[in-house]
């Protein structure tokens, strides 16, 4: 079966180890045909591709597929059209009327395996103010002294063997109570990774199904009141949808234990922010986000620098390896060569 890959500098830009990926897929089943072009090469499909007629199998990442290069892709079988995250629905609706399979993206599960190690990571990093220590040390030496001044030594102060902020969550992931809202993709692997060490796991989402709970490790609660209840790490992750945003609600932040860590690496929309926002400015509780409801942050936002806020640039899902299995996942759908 003929193949041929065709991409381009805007497509590159967007998932820049994609297409590479997808080439070295197919040629394991065969020679592939693959164009890259220039930023300045706004060529149509079929001009780049040396037969057009004769390839079976394309993928086209960002690249131009005209009215006339339907009618000289005779031979063609299959085809996926990608601009970036889009995929080319009405470009490609006269090959679907003619019998092409037209494949698409039905699923987000490719960024799912980065996206929950970065949470475990920023979990990890509230717990032990990992960045803030790190800050600290370039302009002062203060961090490494961890005697208590005198006359204010106390039980769970700071002391000799002890560098945490007792305010809030803090020490090892071991033992802690982790409760997690959604057991799809991302919400599982990280409730995995929480109960590998050794902590508490419960689980909220009604839409998953048993085998996600058991993958998970963790407690399946039905209530979501019961689920925040008694937090000491609330990792909302959901994907933001019309039935997710705002669920989250200013009441279940409310209820949330004085210190808890309110873990974000999915969508910020899933939780009442202002709510969020003003507990956590209120040193009542501790944050670890990728996302935010406003990005980028302001750089006057009064969450940024704080000793209670670990925060980075929505950068979770943002790895080669989610390019790399956004084109494993999407040639899947191909019939092998």
Not at 31 to 57: I, K, S
């Amino acid at each position: 079966m003929n193949s041929a890959i065709l991409v381009t500098a805007s497509f590159d830009g967007i998932w820049p180890w994609a297409a590479d990926a997808a080439r070295r897929q197919w040629e394991r089943e065969g020679e592939v045909e693959f164009h890259r072009l220039g930023p300045e090469d706004d060529r149509a499909v079929a001009d780049v591709l040396r037969a057009p007629a004769t390839v079976h199998r394309l993928l086209v990442l960002g690249g131009k597929l005209t009215p006339g290069c339907v009618g000289r892709l005779v031979g063609l079988r299959e085809i996926a059209v990608c601009s970036g995250y889009a995929f080319g629905v009405a470009e490609t609706a006269p090959l679907a009327a003619r019998g092409v399979k037209v494949h698409a993206h039905t699923t987000e599960g490719f960024w799912g395996e980065s996206v929950a190690e970065f949470g475990l990571a920023l979990t990890l990093c509230g717990l032990r103010r990992i960045p803030q220590l790190h800050r600290a040390m370039l302009t002062s030496q203060a961090p490494w002294d961890y005697v208590a001044p005198p006359g204010t030594e106390r039980p769970g102060g700071r002391g000799h063997q002890f560098g945490d902020d007792p305010r809030f969550a803090h020490g090892t992931l071991a033992g802690k109570r982790v409760r997690v809202i959604g057991a799809g993709n991302i919400g599982s692997r990280y409730a995995s990774f929480c109960r590998m060490l050794g902590a508490d796991v419960a689980a909220w989402d009604p839409l998953a199904g048993e085998p996600a709970f058991h993958r998970a490790g963790a407690r399946r609660e039905w209530h979501l009141p019961r689920l925040v209840a008694d937090a000491e790490i609330l990792a909302p992750m959901l994907p933001l949808t019309d039935g997710t945003r705002g669920l989250v609600t200013a009441e279940l932040i409310a209820a949330l234990p004085r210190g808890a860590l309110v873990v974000l690496v999915t969508r910020a929309g899933i939780c009442d922010l202002p709510a969020l926002r003003r507990r956590v400015l209120a040193d009542e509780l501790a944050l670890a986000a990728d996302v935010f409801d406003v990005e980028p942050l302001p750089l006057d936002d009064p969450l940024l620098g704080r000793h209670n806020v670990v925060h980075t640039p929505h950068n979770a899902g943002r790895t080669q390896q989610a390019n790399e299995q956004w084109a494993e996942m999407l040639l899947a759908k191909f019939d092998p060569a």
